[in-house]
Structure formats: C-alpha cells, structure tokens
C-alpha cells in the first residue's frame, strides 16, 4: 500500500482547453491521467485565457482579469499546497510570456523548483532584445527544461546547459484499432487531408495552389480541410478555391470531433501538414495522421522531422515551396503501394514511441528524477 505521507506534491501550471491547441490538449491529457495524479499529489491551475483560436495573443480587458485571478489562485496554493516542484507550460514569446514571468517571479520567491515544458518555441528570434535576454535570463536560470525533441534545443542552447535538458516528445491517447486502418488504400479516389485551424503559416493556402498544380497536370483527387477558423475563415478560403477553380476538387468542411473526424482519417489517402508556423514545435495532428496509417507529407519545421521520417513514414519538403509539395503528392497518387507501405511504417512508429502510455511513463521519469 502507497504511504501517502511519501507521495511528492507537484504544482502543474498549464493550458486547458479551449481552445484546442498541442499545448492544451497535452494538459488536459496530464489533467485527465490517473498514471500521473497517482504518483504525484497534484494541484493544478489553468495558464490560458483565449477562448477560440482568433483571440490567442490578443490582449484584453478580460484576460487581464483572468491573469489576475492566476495570480491570486497560485498564492492560495503556494501557501496551502506548499509545492515541491512546479510544472509550467510556459510561452516563449509576446505578451503571454511576460505574465509567466510575473508567475515565474513569484514561484521563484517561494523557492519552488521549476520545470518548464516548452510546446511552443522563438527564444532564440529574441536573444538580442535586451528586454527579453533579462527576461530569459532570469527564467531559465537553474531551471529545468523538458523539449518535444532534441532538434527544438538550438532555440534555448544560449540559456540552458545540456545537463538540464530533458526530451519528451507527445503522446496521443488511442482512438482507432489497428486493423480499422488505411480503409481508403484499395479504393480508387486519392484523398487529401489537412487537418488543422485555419492559419496561413499552417500551410492552408500553400496546399490549396499545389492542387491547382496537380489538377492542371489530369490528376483525380479530392482535398479536405477541416479544423477552426483562424485568420483565414470560410468566406477567404472559398475565394482562394474560386480563384483557382478548385471548388469541386478542395472543400472546407470546419471543425469534426469524435466519429466525425475519424470518418475523414479513414477515408484518406494522404495527410498533408505544409506547415510555417513560427511557434510549430510537434504538431499533434501528425501522430493523429499515424495512428490511421497515413503517410505524412510535411516540413521541415519544429521537431516534425523526430516525428516524419522522410522517404520512410512519407516526405518531407521546404517550407512554402508549392512545387515539391506537389510532387510528393504525385508520387503517392502514381504510387499507391507506396503510400500504404509508409502508413504502416509511420503505425508502427506511433506504437513505439508516441502512445499515451509511453508519453505518460517518460513525463513521470522526468519529474521523479528532477
């Protein structure tokens, strides 16, 4: 029987959706985990303020609020919880990190050991801004850092020694069995899929014109988007569509949970994440591609290449390049076999190394350890 008495006292500072993010799904899936709250008297608080995706790094009236209501909170639990270890899932950049600061000020005060979990990256865009090079000093100084993948450490290398670097990369709860997989492979329809919110540095637009490519060279196929609106919305994307004539071939059909959006997994042939995006660390949405025996065509962007292992579980390309993007799409279309053979490799890939399991049991190590 566990001595309670002996169980150590963990404060976990992170996001909760909404909205849906890599970084609010991973606290939830650690807010949700009996393996974790287990072994850990856990106590957490909520770090996000935006409610939908067109509200992230906007400030308000609200949020303000909302910030100031965190601050309170983590005085109620520094003196009541009296926390061995805080777990933070801090920002990198813009005004959301500023407020971890103030956070971080205050933890550090209490003398509370810090480990921060990064899903999102930049350090290194601000290195030379005196403001933000304090800031970072003072953050990461003798604290812990635990990286999606050892590719994100370059962004951090100028404040953080090797030695207090852990790797972690995500995990994915399973949704389907395995022999539910790749439903689309003997069929004769080529599937697109992109599966993500509506974000131009996602690569929504790039994607869009390499089918504009593909169809003017006789190829048959569909594409689908699904995901929220972000700084593109319906009305932008389908005049995007217009313009290049694709509107019989690439639709959007917005956000599908559940059986919905496993429906749109199963019946795909490929999934396509041309992704830019500054803070792109992972991208959970690939791990979702793999678990459905996808290949994966992508970029070279974050710790994406820890995840697609080009030529193997599918291709990588340069980012904004419309042409390769394309080509990689063709050859799968000309190369079925191909296609099918990558899925299973990226499956497998998933089975050993990004469960929900295996993520929760290297997390735990991690912190028993710090």
Same mark, same amino acid.
């Given at each position: 029987?566990?001595?309670?008495?002996?169980?150590?006292?963990?404060?976990?500072l992170?996001?909760?959706?909404?909205?849906?993010? $890599?970084? =609010?799904? +991973?606290? %939830?899936?650690?807010?949700?985990? &009996?393996?974790? @709250?287990?072994?850990?008297?856990?106590?957490?608080?909520?770090?996000?303020?935006?409610?939908?995706?067109?509200?992230?790094?906007?400030?308000?009236?609200?949020?303000?609020?909302?910030?100031?209501?965190?601050?309170?909170?983590?005085?109620?639990k520094?003196?009541?919880?009296?926390?061995?270890?805080?777990?933070?899932?801090?920002?990198?950049?813009?005004a959301?990190?500023?407020?971890?600061?103030?956070?971080?000020?205050?933890?550090?005060?209490?003398?509370?050991?810090?480990?921060?979990?990064?899903?999102?990256?930049?350090?290194?865009?601000?290195?030379?801004?005196?403001?933000?090079?304090?800031?970072?000093?003072?953050?990461?100084?003798?604290?812990?850092?635990?990286?999606?993948?050892?590719?994100?450490?370059?962004?951090?290398?100028?404040?953080?020694?090797?030695?207090?670097?852990?790797?972690?990369?995500? $995990?994915? =709860?399973? +949704?389907? %069995?395995?022999?539910?997989?790749? &439903?689309?492979? @003997?069929?004769?329809?080529?599937?697109?899929?992109?599966?993500?919110?509506?974000?131009?540095?996602?690569?929504?637009?790039?994607?869009?014109?390499?089918?504009?490519?593909?169809?003017?060279?006789?190829?048959?196929?569909?594409?689908?988007?699904?995901?929220?609106?972000g700084?593109i919305?319906?009305?932008?994307?389908?005049?995007?569509?217009?313009?290049l004539?694709?509107?019989?071939?690439?639709?959007?059909?917005?956000?599908?949970?559940?059986?919905?959006?496993?429906?749109?997994?199963?019946?795909?042939?490929?999934?396509?994440?041309?992704?830019?995006?500054?803070?792109?660390?992972?991208?959970?949405?690939?791990?979702?591609?793999?678990?459905?025996?996808?290949?994966?065509?992508?970029?070279?962007?974050?710790?994406?290449?820890?995840?697609?292992?080009?030529?193997?579980?599918?291709?990588?390309?340069?980012?904004?390049?419309?042409?390769?993007?394309?080509?990689?799409?063709e050859?799968?279309?000309? @190369?079925?076999?191909?296609?099918?053979?990558?899925?299973?490799?990226?499956?497998?890939?998933?089975?050993?190394k990004?469960?929900?399991?295996?993520?929760?049991?290297?997390?735990?190590?991690?912190?028993?350890?710090?």
């Amino acid at each position: 029987m566990v001595n309670k008495n002996n169980i150590k006292s963990i404060l976990f500072l992170l996001h909760l959706p909404p909205p849906v993010h $890599g970084s =609010s799904i +991973i606290g %939830k899936t650690i807010y949700d985990s &009996e393996f974790i @709250n287990t072994k850990f008297k856990c106590s957490y608080i909520n770090l996000l303020a935006s409610k939908d995706v067109a509200s992230t790094g906007k400030l308000s009236f609200f949020k303000l609020m909302g910030f100031v209501k965190t601050f309170f909170i983590l005085l109620h639990k520094l003196k009541n919880v009296k926390p061995l270890l805080c777990y933070y899932a801090i920002t990198a950049t813009g005004a959301a990190f500023f407020k971890d600061v103030l956070l971080i000020f205050i933890l550090k005060l209490f003398k509370v050991k810090l480990v921060y979990h990064m899903h999102n990256k930049g350090v290194r865009n601000y290195k030379d801004n005196f403001f933000y090079r304090i800031c970072y000093k003072y953050v990461f100084y003798k604290s812990e850092v635990i990286l999606l993948s050892s590719i994100l450490y370059s962004d951090i290398d100028m404040f953080v020694p090797k030695n207090r670097i852990h790797i972690c990369p995500n $995990g994915i =709860s399973e +949704i389907i %069995k395995i022999e539910n997989t790749n &439903e689309n492979s @003997n069929r004769n329809q080529f599937s697109i899929l992109f599966l993500s919110n509506l974000i131009e540095t996602k690569g929504v637009y790039i994607l869009i014109e390499a089918c504009y490519l593909l169809k003017n060279k006789g190829y048959e196929f569909n594409c689908i988007f699904i995901g929220g609106e972000g700084d593109i919305n319906k009305e932008l994307f389908e005049k995007k569509t217009t313009e290049l004539d694709l509107n019989e071939i690439v639709k959007y059909e917005g956000k599908k949970y559940g059986l919905d959006k496993v429906q749109y997994f199963k019946s795909a042939s490929v999934f396509v994440f041309p992704t830019y995006y500054q803070n792109e660390t992972f991208g959970l949405v690939n791990l979702e591609a793999m678990q459905y025996s996808l290949p994966i065509i992508s970029t070279y962007e974050g710790g994406i290449p820890d995840i697609v292992e080009d030529g193997i579980t599918g291709f990588l390309v340069p980012q904004r390049n419309v042409q390769q993007l394309a080509d990689k799409i063709e050859i799968l279309i000309n @190369n079925r076999h191909l296609a099918t053979e990558m899925g299973k490799a990226g499956r497998k890939k998933y089975e050993n190394k990004f469960t929900i399991d295996i993520f929760e049991n290297r997390l735990v190590s991690i912190l028993e350890n710090i």
